[in-house]
């Protein structure tokens, strides 16, 4: 008997130095261009003594001839002869070079394999490379290697000492009446010590009534002894607190050879079986399938029915089946197979001759050592209120027991068929307003709480024909089946405002939320369930954006923006992946000298269809939809591409969008830029807005120090809009903070805008930080500015963002030159115009990310 296994497809030899010579040359033999290496190149020459052990393989189509062998391999197949098929040689080697041969044909490379070789008892194992070469006659030859790999064993033995069964061997002790009284174990295998608990020395030769095993008992010895004698059957099982045991025994004169089988885990699935079976509430019983007695009942089919355990074990089953249905039983019963499912309702009658429904469900099991069935019985009335339950389950809501969203749709969809010509059907989406922050502040019980009160109040709102559904989250749906017009809707999203926003009191707690409600009206806004919800999700948008708490009808042109939008979506993705998106860069002016200090990276969206696009237009939706932070990363890597290419110390200023610090790769992607780039860390500013600072504070911070600590410069945009708060820049050493252009604008006519530039220009000069107008557009501005003491200015006055290529011009007019300012308005928005098709302020106000 032979098996082989393939240690390696394509090996590098480890397996001693043989192979390793064969392997080298094999592959030295290969030429440059040829797929297998010449035989003579390999296989004759400087083999030595390793040629004893080549058997040389003929390839004649599918069939595999022994051409030639050493002296090694005629020892091996047991004779000298040479050109002899594969069928002529012993089958173990023929099979064993066989398999070697074919897979390294198949790989066309060398292949090792183990073989395994049983004779008389004893196993060895060989090692075998077969190196594929090619013949200059044509066809293939193989030279397969053969040496002998470890040491023999005897297969019996292996057998003995490693099966799981515990095997032992028994002497018989009779007394002078030659009657056996004790026995002598005499053999045993590691497996029968593992399960009698003892070591092997122990056990050897000991007396089994001197033990403390399993097998010590008197109940075990008197078995054997019958066994021994013949008189009784050869299985026994049996069990310990902490192992069960299935016995055989086979006599031969006066020795017994054991076998010992672990059968715990077996019982206590049988014990589980009981345990499920006795004490299931459904009613079970087993039946003999041959003549369908009952075998066993557990405690609910003797409730269930009526009769005693008694009386169920001498009944069969037909005594169970009215007389007008026992045919019907029968034949399903004998055409069930291992599995007995009916899809159809019984009759049973029990022991007061009351007839029940019930659905049975049946399977084929081993029981008690015979063949059985397992059948389930259900009441059908408790099987129909469970069917019940889940139908009411699949259209409502698990938590607040509304409507589901499914059902909604259907009843709506149903509303919409029956409408009267004259009357509408409206719409309205629900959502709650600062919800959020309830599950936050008082985690998610509580806001379920809350969700289960809502909807109560609802209910209390909504009555009659009309329906209230939650669709999930916080979003809920109201349906009016007939409404006269368009005023009773509002009326009734102006009720639900007002009821919804009164104070909830939740253990103890005060809870306050509002409703922001979105109408839709059939059939002016649509004529199906889809349309109308669509719609009224969309004028629900509305009223979020309009700060909440109040409601908003559906317009057209919602879904013509809406529309757009989806359009939107659809060309940014597009314009990533083909590179549609390029940089534009505004100079920023050193007031002081009048030279240029750096440049503001500002993103632009060469649409092939609509031109340039403007950053306020598709920032927010490539936020919405996940693409800013990729985008983000490709500008941080392409402005500092071309600022490494500028004059030192010109900086280059890259706006980071909140987005980009939630992603947590942030650091990453500012490292691999500057990595990429050659850029000094010192010649990168990353501008921020204080949105940065309004969520995950702490995190956000930390990735600040972490950018701060590569050396790169952080700045504040848009400082003296929003909250502005002084503690930012006690937080964090900013090095610049760059003035809105709302103050710079009236800076020459409004008193409180001049204070304002004033004052943060003075914090900049106490604290350090560099200051930065933006929006400069007027040679008045700037001469306010330069009187202000502002470090920087950056706007139309100086010039527009401009491509790249540009950027050497602009280096070479601010050289040495004061900045001019454009010679009239019409100048300045021309040169607006030419580098955006946005109107100024629109088109640098949002820049590239947020």
């Known amino acids: 008997m032979t098996t082989v296994s393939a240690s390696s497809q394509n090996p590098d030899i480890q397996f001693g130095s043989d192979l390793a010579v064969l392997q080298r040359k094999w592959q030295a033999a290969v030429l440059p261009g040829q797929g297998l290496p010449g035989y003579e190149e390999v296989m004759l020459g400087s083999l030595g003594r390793l040629a004893d052990h080549i058997a040389l393989l003929k390839v004649d189509g599918d069939d595999l001839e022994l051409s030639r062998t050493g002296r090694y391999v005629q020892s091996w197949v047991g004779h000298d002869r040479w050109n002899v098929p594969l069928s002529d040689v012993p089958p173990d080697c023929a099979l064993a070079l066989a398999q070697v041969a074919r897979n390294a044909l198949q790989n066309q490379r060398p292949h090792l394999a183990v073989a395994s070789c049983v004779r008389d008892g004893l196993v060895q194992k060989y090692e ?15 030279g397969v290697y053969v040496n002998e790999q470890g040491r023999r064993y005897h297969l019996l033995d292996s057998i003995f000492t490693t099966t799981d069964d515990g095997i032992l061997s028994l002497a018989a002790i009779r007394d002078h009446q030659q009657r056996s009284s004790d026995f002598h174990i005499v053999h045993l295998n590691p497996s029968a010590a593992r399960l009698l608990g003892q070591p092997a020395q122990a056990l050897l030769w000991s007396r089994l009534r001197a033990g403390s095993h399993l097998l010590a008992s008197t109940a075990v010895i008197e078995w054997l002894r019958q066994v021994i004698d013949g008189h009784i059957n050869s299985k026994l099982e049996i069990d310990s607190d902490q192992r069960s045991l299935s016995l055989s025994a086979t006599a031969c004169g006066d020795m017994l050879s054991v076998t010992m089988s672990d059968v715990t885990s077996l019982k206590r699935r049988e014990a ?34 009526g009769y005693s355990r008694d009386e169920f074990l001498g009944m069969r089953v037909p005594e169970i089946w009215p007389l007008d249905e026992r045919e019907a039983h029968l034949n399903a019963l004998q055409q069930a197979g291992d599995n007995y499912l009916i899809d159809r309702n019984w009759r049973h009658l029990k022991a007061d001759g009351t007839e029940i429904e019930i659905v049975a469900f049946g399977r084929r099991v081993a029981f008690e050592g015979q063949d059985g069935y397992l059948v389930a019985i259900v009441d059908v009335t408790e099987r129909r209120k469970a069917e019940a339950r889940i139908a009411y389950m699949a259209q ?14 259907q009843r709506l969809q149903n509303l919409l068929e029956l409408r009267a010509p004259d009357s509408h059907v409206a719409v309205l989406c629900v959502d709650l307003d600062l919800f959020k922050n309830v599950n936050d502040a008082f985690g998610h019980p509580i806001g379920d709480r809350l969700l289960q009160m809502v909807a109560e109040r609802l209910r209390q709102q909504i009555s009659g024909r009309n329906l209230v ?19 009773e809707a509002s009326d009734v999203a102006t009720a639900l405002i007002e009821r919804l926003s009164v104070p909830y009191t939740i253990d103890g707690l005060d809870v306050v939320i509002g409703a922001s409600i ?37 317009e057209p042109e919602m879904d013509r923006l809406a529309q757009r939008r989806c359009d939107l979506e659809i060309d940014l993705r597009r314009a990533f992946a083909s590179g549609q998106f390029e940089l ?19 993103l632009r969206w060469r649409h092939p269809e609509r031109g340039m696009i403007s950053p306020a237009e598709f920032v927010p939706v490539a936020e919405d939809i996940g693409l800013i932070v990729g985008i983000g990363e490709w500008v941080l890597r392409q402005a ?3 600022a490494a290419s500028w004059p030192e110390p010109v900086k280059v200023a890259v706006n980071l969008s909140p987005v980009q610090f939630r992603s947590r790769h942030l650091v990453q992607a500012v490292l691999s830029a500057l990595a990429q780039s050659g850029l000094p860390a010192s010649r990168l ?16 911070l930390a990735t600040l120090h972490q950018l701060r600590d590569l050396g790169v410069r952080i700045s504040m945009d848009d400082f003296g809009t929003g909250y502005s708060s002084l503690s930012y820049l006690r937080s964090f050493p900013f090095d610049k903070i760059k003035i809105d252009r709302s103050f710079v604008q009236d800076l020459a006519h409004r008193p409180d805008c001049l204070a304002i530039v004033r004052a943060i220009s003075g914090l900049g000069r106490s604290l350090n930080i560099t200051t930065t107008a933006e929006g400069v557009e007027s040679a008045e501005q700037l001469d306010w500015l330069r009187a202000e003491g502002c470090n920087e200015g950056q706007g139309f006055l100086f010039s527009p963002a401009r491509p790249g290529a540009e950027v050497a011009a602009l280096l070479a007019q601010f050289g040495g030159q004061r900045p001019r300012a454009a010679e009239t308005e019409q100048e300045t928005e021309q040169q607006a115009e030419q580098y955006c098709s946005s109107p100024p302020l629109a088109c640098e106000g949002r820049k590239n990310v947020a």
């Open 518 to 554: 979105g109408i839709a009206l059939s059939p002016s806004d649509g004529g199906t369930a889809d349309e109308l919800l669509r719609n009224a999700d969309m004028a629900l948008d509305r009223a979020k954006d309009s700060g909440g708490n109040c409601h908003h009808f559906f």
């Open 128 to 142: 075998l490379l077969a190196l594929p070469t090619a013949s200059r006659w044509g066809g293939t030859l193989i």
């Open 469 to 487: 559904a939650r669709l999930g989250g916080d979003e809920f749906v109201i349906v009016l089946a007939q409404i006269a017009s368009p005023n």
């Open 584 to 602: 534009h860069y505004q100079p920023l002016i050193g007031l002081a000298e009048g030279r240029i200090a750096g440049f503001e990276a500002l």
């Open 396 to 409: 409502h809501d698990a938590l607040t027991g509304l409507h589901n969203r499914e059902a909604n749709q």
């Open 640 to 642: 500092c591409a071309e």
């Open 685 to 700: 500013e990353l501008e921020i807005t204080e949105t940065v600072f309004l969520a995950d504070t702490e995190a956000n």
């Open 272 to 305: 589980s079986f009981r345990l499920l079976f006795d004490h299931n509430p459904m009613p079970m019983l087993v039946i003999d399938p041959g003549n369908l007695a009952f075998l066993k009942v557990n405690d609910a089919a003797i409730a269930h029915y």
